[in-house]
T-cell receptor
Framework: EDQVTQSPEALRLQEGESSSLNCSYTVSGLRGLFWYRQDPGKGPEFLFTLYSAGEEKEKERLKATLTKKESFLHITAPKPEDSATYLCAVRSHSGGYQKVTFGIGRKLQVIP | DAGVIQSPRHEVTEMGQEVTLRCKPISGHDYLFWYRQTMMRGLELLIYFNNNVPIDDSGMPEDRFSAKMPNASFSTLKIQPSEPRDSAVYFC??????????FGPGTRLTVL
């Protein structure tokens, strides 16, 4: 069974204080690792897709990286508007069809 | 494009009543997913369709839940009879290729 674990439980940062969120996964036949951002009362919003170890993607203050066992979402010099819940998901292919498994999500709070 | 559209946005019902949630995916997307999100369990995949055909319904909690996709632009998730433990936010998402998903705003269901 595919598993996705996100840490830390919650992250509270001062504005400008860089840090990372972690997503560790166990999956057979990875077909992509996804990062989403979710604001309160809204649906998750797509950020990045990573397919292979060593791959990196960047968008503004966010950078996502991937190894064979985990992914990191690095937040550089965060601003209050980066406050949200960040979810990680893996897509795998087994038993003849694909599966998507989401982590529980971790809340980031950036304090001005 | 208006994005994924879900209705209603909020639903309050009494235990034992039938509940129908509706979803209009993004035009041209071949995949449609239904999720349930709670604080305790996070985002859980209930069922997904490819080209209007249900592919994996292993996440559907029990026979009280059913989902249909009669055409490429409409899907329903029905709960009959509803129970208080079904209270959650239900999301619909669509995808062009089964990878990156685009979520709707969700339906917050409260079963009294």
């Amino acid at each position: 069974e595919d598993q996705v674990t996100q840490s830390p439980e919650a992250l509270r940062l001062q504005e400008g204080e860089s840090s990372s969120l972690n997503c560790s996964y166990t999956v057979s036949g990875l077909r992509g690792l996804f990062w989403y951002r979710q604001d309160p009362g809204k649906g998750p919003e797509f950020l990045f897709t990573l397919y292979s170890a060593g791959e990196e993607k960047e968008k503004e203050r966010l950078k996502a990286t991937l190894t064979k066992k985990e992914s990191f979402l690095h937040i550089t010099a965060p601003k209050p508007e980066d406050s949200a819940t960040y979810l990680c998901a893996v897509r795998s292919h087994s038993g003849g069809y694909q599966k998507v498994t989401f982590g529980i999500g971790r809340k980031l709070q950036v304090i001005p | 494009d208006a994005g994924v559209i879900q209705s209603p946005r909020h639903e309050v019902t009494e235990m034992g009543q039938e509940v129908t949630l509706r979803c209009k995916p993004i035009s041209g997307h071949d995949y449609l997913f239904w999720y349930r999100q709670t604080m305790m369990r996070g985002l859980e995949l209930l069922i997904y369709f490819n080209n209007n055909v249900p592919i994996d319904d292993s996440g559907m909690p029990e026979d009280r839940f059913s989902a249909k996709m009669p055409n490429a632009s409409f899907s329903t998730l029905k709960i009959q009879p509803s129970e208080p433990r079904d209270s959650a936010v239900y999301f619909c998402a669509s995808s062009p290729d089964g990878g990156t998903q685009y979520f709707g705003p969700g339906t917050r269901l409260t079963v009294l």
